[in-house]
């Protein structure tokens, strides 16, 4: 747990620095200002309410948003392929960078996962692949498509699945 506070904190960037000074600012501001309105008493808890879910919902839902659209992207799926003589899987795909910013990194993620047929264990089993595997691309330029492919490696599985890819860049 301390390693990834750690790593949360290292990727700090300026905007989220913004972020999270701006949001403590409201929460002091709203604090402030229902004790000077503490004589109206439902008024004053209903400003100390706010300014918490200011602190805790402003700065989780800030940050994700924030860095949805300064990072944006999107992978696609060009092919996949099992190997018949080897226990491996070969994924191929494309990122695409659709920010407005260069791209220093990005994490590609692969994830496969089983299919039942059944709607609700196939939305179930998405939440636990039973295989995964990442990749770093470097320096993506704005609006550049970057091709790759990916090896899933020792892969025994010989039932149904399906595979998703997803990119976290910086």
């Keep these: 747990m301390k390693e990834k506070i750690t790593a949360f904190?290292?990727?700090?960037?300026?905007?989220?620095?913004?972020?999270?000074?701006?949001?403590?600012?409201?929460?002091?501001?709203?604090i402030v200002l229902s004790i000077l309105m503490r004589k109206k008493?439902?008024?004053?808890?209903?400003?100390?309410?706010?300014?918490?879910?200011?602190?805790?919902?402003?700065?989780?839902?800030?940050?994700?948003?924030?860095h949805q659209y300064l990072f944006k992207?999107?992978?696609?799926?060009?092919?996949?392929?099992?190997l018949t003589f080897t226990q491996a899987v070969?994924?191929?795909?494309?990122?695409?960078?659709?920010?407005?910013?260069?791209?220093?990194?990005?994490?590609?993620?692969?994830?496969?996962?089983?299919?039942?047929?059944?709607?609700?264990?196939?939305?179930?089993f998405t939440f636990n692949p039973f295989q995964k595997m990442s990749m770093l691309e470097h320096n993506i330029s704005i609006g550049e498509t970057r091709y790759f492919k990916m090896i899933i490696e020792p892969f025994t599985y010989s039932g149904d699945y399906n595979i998703s890819l997803g990119a976290k860049c910086r």
């Design 9 to 30: 904190i290292h990727n700090l960037i300026l905007y989220d620095y913004i972020l999270f000074g701006s949001v403590f600012v409201l929460f002091i501001l709203f």
């Design 41 to 66: 008493l439902f008024f004053s808890i209903f400003l100390v309410l706010l300014s918490f879910a200011i602190l805790t919902l402003g700065s989780t839902i800030g940050y994700i948003a924030m």
């Design 73 to 82: 992207n999107s992978v696609a799926l060009s092919s996949q392929k099992q």
């Design 90 to 124: 070969v994924v191929k795909g494309t990122l695409l960078n659709e920010s407005k910013f260069d791209f220093k990194s990005c994490n590609v993620r692969a994830s496969v996962y089983k299919v039942s047929g059944n709607p609700i264990k196939d939305y179930i």
